[in-house]
Nanobody
Framework: QVQLVESGGGSVQAGGSLRLSCDAS???????LGWFRQAPGKEREGVAA????????YYRDPMNGRFTISQDNAKNTLYLQMNSLKPEDTAMYYC?????????????????WGQGTQVTVSS
């Protein structure tokens, strides 16, 4: 039974940092785990993902350099370190999972979703 629970969201000023966590119980090394976000009035978009078995990471190009995805594989925990945050990063951030090996963060490919954690960045 896959269950995804996000935490770590909050309100920060522009330039600040947050670290999001996802407890990905029920997943194993055959899974992709990813982060997605959705701002009001916009479509859900991929941020980053990884393959649990190898740790290989996949980023949307604009996120690379500011956001870092990682995992504690033994703890079934996924992380998203977000630095140099901008107001346009404000969104609900979701953790998602799917069986797979190629783990591009395309929301339509993911089957399991958490409830989300809100990130708000003020100018």
């Amino acid at each position: 039974q896959v269950q995804l629970v996000e935490s770590g969201g909050g309100s920060v000023q522009a330039g600040g940092s947050l670290r999001l966590s996802c407890d990905a119980s029920g997943t194993d090394n055959d899974y992709c785990l990813g982060w997605f976000r959705q701002a009001p009035g916009k479509e859900r978009e991929g941020v980053a993902a990884l393959y649990r078995g190898s740790g290989r990471v996949y980023y949307r190009d604009p996120m690379n350099g500011r956001f870092t995805i990682s995992q504690d594989n033994a703890k079934n925990t996924l992380y998203l370190q977000m630095n140099s945050l901008k107001p346009e990063d404000t969104a609900m951030y979701y953790c998602a999972a799917r069986l797979g090996f190629i783990c591009n963060p395309n929301s339509a490919d993911y089957d399991y979703w958490g409830q989300g954690t809100q990130v708000t960045v003020s100018s």
